[in-house]
C-alpha cells in the first residue's frame, strides 16, 4: 500500500475512531496531496508515488514547525499544542530522519573527500552532504553540523 493510500484508508479510521485532530490532519495531507497531483497535469483521482507523495509530506511538516514557531512567539500556546498534535500525525507518514551525532560522523567524513576547511567552501559542502543525506536528514539539522564543524 502507497503512503498515499494509507492517508485515504486512514480517514474511516479515524472517523470511526471519533479521532478529530487525526481526521482534519489526513483530510488536509490527502487535500494537499490531491493539489500537488493537480498541479501536475493528472487527474484528481490518480495517486502519487511515494517519492511524490513524501515531498508533500515534508512540507506539510515544514510549515507545521513554523506554526509552532510562530505560535509559541506569539504567545499562543494553545495552538502551538493543536499544531504539534498534528506535525506528530504527519510524522507518522515520514522516513525516520538521523540524529545528529549520525549527520556528523558522514558530514566529517565528506568533510575529508571534500578537502573543505573553511567557511568559503560551506555552500559547495552543504549541498554535497544534502545530496547524499536526501531524504534521511533534516535540513536544518544538517545546517547545524555544516555551521559547528566549520566554526
Known sequence: M????????????AMRAKDTVRLTTLRSLLTAITNEVVAKKRKPDELL???ETLVVLKRAANQRKDSIEQYE??????????EKAE???VETFLPTQMARADIEKIARAKMLTLGVSSKTDAGRFMGALMGELKGRADGA???AVVDKLLA
Do not use: N, W
Request: hydrophobic residues 40%; negative net charge; charged residues 30%.
Open 2 to 13: 502507497t503512503i498515499h493510500e494509507s492517508i485515504k484508508a486512514g480517514i474511516p479510521e
Open 49 to 51: 508515488a511515494d517519492d
Open 73 to 82: 512567539k506569539g504567545g499562543r500556546p494553545e495552538l502551538a499544542v493543536v
Open 87 to 89: 506535525l506528530a500525525i
Open 141 to 143: 539539522d544538517v545546517k
